[in-house]
């Protein structure tokens, strides 16, 4: 099974949002069925196959996430990270101000869903097999 710095190298690489598909089909590949990233701190909980489970420490200092949360804030974030004009700690910051909790990533649906701070699913997106469009 795969290790929390195996998940954190991969990571590394991601440089922004145009990154993101490659950076999955890495994850995916040493065995990673989905992850969740918990907003508030920047914890990450890695799942695999028969409830194997690692989690990271958390990245920064605790953040408050807006209530209520606007799902077409977050969508305009996206779009500016996917196109490569933020960096990973901006899209965190700005997810907190558009009032996600938690993102999941599903390595076998090949999708990204956010959720708010009540579990509503925000926005979900599927993982494109290449690299966005710019």
Known sequence: MFTV????AAHAKVKSGADFPKYVQEIKSLGLAYYEYLVTNGTTVYHGENGYEVK???IYENTTIANPASAEKLRNYIQAHQQGLTDFLTI????AEAGVE???VD????MCTYYDLAGNEMMAEPIPDGHYAK
């Open 5 to 8: 710095q195996q998940m954190k």
């Open 56 to 58: 990271s420490d958390p």
């Open 107 to 110: 390595t076998q649906k090949m």
């Open 102 to 104: 938690k993102w999941v």
């Open 92 to 95: 965190c910051r700005q997810a």
